[in-house]
């Protein structure tokens, strides 16, 4: 219940490109999904994080679309660039003292 | 910008040896947190830290780990007795706020290696 399930392990889109990452979740009291970017050598940085009222968050080129009935949330990166290239976790939390939980992460390489 | 910084970036050690890996969180967090993520793999929570004291840790925090924060800006994590499966990338993070509420801002990981 306290997973995060992350698809795929690894994606590989062409420059100009939409990339798309898959979540899903079964524990209903979360309420905080943030998605994370980690470039190799760094500590994982927040990208964009979307709670349950809405169903999609746009900034700039990325967009999480949030699906609550099913459960699922996914980060779409339009007009990929090669400097995008690196792992995306999806996370997950919710309210009360308790941490934010990962998926497996999407090492995404986008090639010219 | 502020930033959290991690000493050292890379130990390697023997097994059964202690190590201690320090943090600075950015000065105005509240919330200190200790993740790993073993090579290629996903972030695993350890323990969170919040008000001088322990507030949430996995089952991967047994005994032979502890945290502390001895002195108002540092937050250390000690690995008493390491073992070969200790092997990872260990990552500080801290926030302002519940990261339910608020952005966790991570370090660039200290790696350890035991041997």
């Known amino acids: 219940q306290q997973q995060v399930k992350q698809s795929p392990q690894s994606l590989i889109v062409q420059k100009g490109g939409i990339s798309i990452i898959n979540c899903a979740y079964e524990?209903?009291?979360?309420?905080?999904f943030p998605w994370y970017q980690q470039f190799p050598g760094k500590g994982p940085a927040l990208l964009i994080a979307?709670?349950?009222?809405?169903s999609e968050k746009k900034e700039g080129r990325f967009t999480i679309s949030f699906n609550k009935s099913a459960k699922q949330f996914s980060l779409h990166i339009m007009d990929s660039q090669p400097g995008d290239s690196a792992t995306y976790f999806c996370?997950?939390?919710?309210?009360?003292?308790?941490?934010?939980?990962f998926g497996k992460g999407t090492r995404l390489s986008v090639i010219a | 910008e502020p930033e959290v910084t991690q000493t050292p970036s890379h130990q390697v050690t023997q097994m059964g040896q202690e190590v201690i890996l320090r943090c600075v969180p950015i000065?105005?967090?509240?919330?200190f947190y200790w993740y790993r993520q073993i090579l290629g793999q996903k972030v695993e929570f350890l323990v969170s830290?919040?008000?001088?004291?322990?507030?949430?840790k996995s089952e991967i925090f047994d005994d032979q780990f502890s945290v502390e924060r001895p002195d108002g800006s540092n937050f250390t994590l000690k690995i008493r007795s390491t073992k070969l499966e200790d092997s990872a990338m260990y990552f500080c993070?801290?926030?302002?706020?519940?990261?339910?509420?608020?952005?966790?801002?991570f370090g660039e990981g200290s790696r350890l290696t035991v041997l």
């Open positions: 993070a801290s926030s302002e706020r519940h990261p339910n509420t608020g952005e966790l801002f």
């Open positions: 524990n209903t009291a979360f309420d905080y």
């Open positions: 979307i709670r349950p009222d809405v």
């Open positions: 996370a997950a939390s919710m309210r009360g003292n308790t941490p934010l939980v």
């Open positions: 000065s105005n967090h509240l919330y």
């Open positions: 830290f919040y008000n001088n004291e322990i507030s949430e």
